[in-house]
């Protein structure tokens, strides 16, 4: 029997660096697809339907502990992959509904409503260290002077990690993240994930420590508090592991997000000048921007029992590769999905999944974008972009920071500033 695409395919250089040709081609498949019996996953989903319903059925399940076992995986030997399978990330359906509604009861609206004037502050601190750097025409590395660090100033001021720290979590939290890449991981990338687990576990411990002898406004002190007074409800392993997701969750994805959705507004200077002039675009256009360039392509599920995705078989056991950058651009669900079109009605994007593993920190993300994008362009007028885009190659977690990215701000003024952004040598 012969099998219409290949896991290969995915994973080769072209299509890492520009998937949607390729996810074009499996849409005039339908819905899903089968992959050979030696591939790692059963069927690849697609469709935003057929993805959408694995993301939501209980049958289907992210890959727990029992799974990695009946596997015969070791993983228990890697400080990585323990932090992952103690977090809500990988935790089956009971531990998962416990944990989130315990985070839940700490990351509530109100405290994402009351980090907006937070936000607002520290983007602004970025944007005039932005003119200063690129005063006279300069180079500035835009990622690292503005899209790293103000989601993870963000997140570091949610959860309370000291300002003097944030420097100091990017590179750990790059190693750490290099596991989730679709693909085989080399021994050397896996043994940087073990250090930098270790040095992220040891990093929370002693804040809690910190926070529980001088508890303050945070989510890491409410989060002690919590787990303390119900000590059998969330272990101290589980809430380790949650505070290290979340934080590397927290500006990896939004760090994708300034960056992606800069250079498409430049790309796009009507649609730039639209949202200029009215900044009450900007929910739109943080939702378009995700649909359109999500920070994640992707998710894997495993069936619990015997089942099917879009007429697919997939045996009890057997896992499924969730492509929701591909879902984003099914023309089935969005028409005319390779325009990128801010006034899109129903725009129920998979950008943050769906069912109960649907991103805790969506909202914040949301209010990230919605309030600094607008700030980006009122403070600097004319933006160009200097070269065109290079080259992007991972899929999870699919962005910019890795990659050198220039900015050149040739006037620092408030109301007449000029940057570029040079991004002709991404790699």
Do not use: K
């Amino acid at each position: 029997m012969g099998f219409p695409v290949s896991l290969d395919d995915l994973l080769g250089d072209e299509v890492r660096r520009d998937p949607y040709p390729y996810y074009a081609r499996l849409h005039e498949l339908g819905e899903a697809v089968a992959l050979a019996p030696t591939a790692p996953y059963a069927a690849v989903a697609h469709g935003y339907d057929a993805a959408h319903r694995v993301l939501r059925d209980p049958v289907f399940r992210v890959l727990d502990a029992d799974h990695l076992d009946r596997a015969g995986l070791r993983w228990r030997d890697h400080a990585v992959i323990r932090t992952l399978q103690a977090s809500m990330f990988n935790a089956p359906p009971d531990d998962h509904a416990r944990i989130r509604q315990l985070f839940g009861q700490a990351l509530t609206a109100r405290r994402v409503t009351a980090l907006e004037p937070a936000i607002l502050r520290i983007a602004d601190r970025l944007l005039d260290g932005l003119a200063r750097e690129g005063a006279d025409g300069r180079p500035v590395d835009f990622m690292a002077a503005f899209a790293l660090p103000l989601p993870s100033a963000v997140v570091g001021e949610l959860l309370g990690v000291p300002e003097r720290d944030r420097g100091w979590f990017p590179s750990r939290v790059r190693a750490f993240d290099a596991v989730l890449e679709i693909g085989p991981r080399s021994f050397r990338e896996i043994r940087a994930a073990n250090v930098a687990a270790d040095e992220l576990t040891a990093y929370f411990t002693d804040l809690l420590a910190v926070r529980r002898a001088e508890p303050r406004d945070d989510l890491v002190s409410a989060l002690a508090a919590i787990r303390d007074g119900r000590p059998d409800q969330l272990s101290e392993a589980e809430l380790l592991a949650n505070l290290i997701v979340m934080y590397n969750a927290g500006f990896r994805t939004t760090a994708n997000l300034f960056g992606t959705g800069l250079t498409l507004l430049l790309a796009r200077p009507a649609a730039l000048a639209a949202l200029r002039a009215d900044h009450s675009l900007a929910p739109a256009y943080v939702e378009e921007i995700l649909r359109y360039e999500p920070p994640v392509h992707f998710a894997v599920r495993y069936a619990a029992e015997d089942t099917d995705v879009a007429g697919v078989a997939v045996p009890r056991g057997r896992s499924v590769l969730v492509l929701t950058g591909a879902a984003n651009r099914d023309p089935r669900r969005f028409p005319d999905p390779d325009s990128f079109d801010p006034s899109r009605p129903d725009n129920r994007h998979l950008a943050f999944s769906a069912g109960p593993h649907y991103c805790v920190g969506a909202a914040l993300g949301r209010a990230e974008g919605r309030l600094v994008l607008p700030r980006l362009l009122d403070r600097f007028p004319a933006l160009a972009l200097a070269a065109e885009p290079g080259e992007r190659r991972q899929l999870m977690l699919r962005g910019h920071d890795r990659l050198p990215v220039r900015l050149v701000a040739a006037d620092t003024d408030r109301s007449a500033g000029t940057v570029r952004v040079d991004l002709a040598n991404r790699s």
